[in-house]
């Protein structure tokens, strides 16, 4: 199947797509602030360059994008054009996702990851429970966690 638009717009409309301060991550960076939470963003010193880090708590939260880290949910599919590439990069992605997250661990950090199907989309959860079970995360001592779409 061929692209809809032209390889200029194409660029133009991936080079729009942004890595830091997605939608779901200043949601949820809103609603751990209105609990009182205060944390660092993208500390790059850190593997993986986390979107929350939490250092009073030793935990830190990535909120990750369905398709760009290629979660097996209803809002990951794979692209028609170009298979090949798609396949190689975000299967790549994950690798180095599981690679950063092991560093981070062996680092003595906490880790949490928030998927972007559990803030939106039909299998969406409410953000009033997704902010309590990150909170109830964060002052706990379990070493990891995940929220996915129901």
């Known amino acids: 199947m061929t692209d809809i638009v032209d390889s200029k717009t194409r660029s133009r409309m991936m080079s729009g797509i942004r ?3 997605t939608r779901p991550e200043l949601v949820i960076r809103k609603g751990l602030f209105a609990r009182g939470f205060r944390y660092r963003l993208h500390v790059s010193k850190l593997p993986g360059k986390p979107d ?3 250092p009073k708590y030793k935990a830190v939260v990535f909120v990750h994008g369905c398709f760009w880290h ?10 028609s054009t170009r298979p090949e590439f798609w396949k190689k990069k975000i299967t790549r992605n994950k690798e180095i996702d599981g690679i950063n997250i092991k560093k981070l661990k062996k680092a003595g950090w906490r880790v949490f990851v928030v998927w972007e199907c559990a803030l939106k989309g039909a ?3 409410p953000l009033e429970k997704i902010i309590n079970t990150l909170e109830k995360w964060i002052r706990g001592r379990r070493t ?3 929220i996915r779409g129901e």
Do not use: A, I, T
């Open 19 to 21: 890595g830091k301060n």
């Open 123 to 125: 299998r969406k959860k």
């Open 70 to 79: 290629g979660h097996d949910c209803p809002l990951f599919k794979w692209p």
């Open 52 to 54: 929350l880090v939490f």
């Open 144 to 146: 990891d966690g995940e």
